[in-house]
Nanobody
Framework: EVQLVESGGALVQAGGSLRLSCAVS????????IGWFRQTPGKEREGVSC????????YYVESVKGRFTISRDNAKNTVYLQMNDLKTEATAVYYC????????????????????WGQGTQVTVSS
């Protein structure tokens, strides 16, 4: 079973930046598509960004395009989410999730498509 550990969450002022990390272990890292999700009380877990296995294609929810960047470092078995120009609306617990696909490249922004989840890291953006 794959394990995922998020880190990097913090309190940051609006307009600031954070880089979240998701360290992945347990299987061949390159076989996993990785998604970043966020959740606030009373809301469903929302897909923020994902990066596919295989070709490393990236996807973003519209609200973060141009400000967030997802990347993966296969040598370090780590996925990053660089978050720039943070807005108060970004306040949430951020989770990374993994799904293994042994065939072609795969991605999803849907939380139900992922099998394994990290524990979450809190991001708080203050005004």
């Amino acid at each position: 079973e794959v394990q995922l550990v998020e880190s990097g969450g913090a309190l940051v002022q609006a307009g600031g930046s954070l880089r979240l990390s998701c360290a992945v272990s347990g299987f061949n890292f390159e076989d996993y598509a990785i998604g970043w999700f966020r959740q606030t009380p009373g809301k469903e877990r929302e897909g923020v960004s994902c990066i596919s296995n295989g070709d490393g294609s990236t996807y973003y929810v519209e609200s973060v395009k141009g400000r967030f960047t997802i990347s993966r470092d296969n040598a370090k078995n780590t996925v990053y989410l660089q978050m720039n120009d943070l807005k108060t609306e970004a306040t949430a617990v951020y989770y990374c999730a993994a799904y293994i696909n042994l065939k072609g490249p795969w991605y999803s922004m849907g939380r139900r498509d992922y099998d394994d989840w990290g524990q979450g890291t809190q991001v708080t953006v203050s005004s």
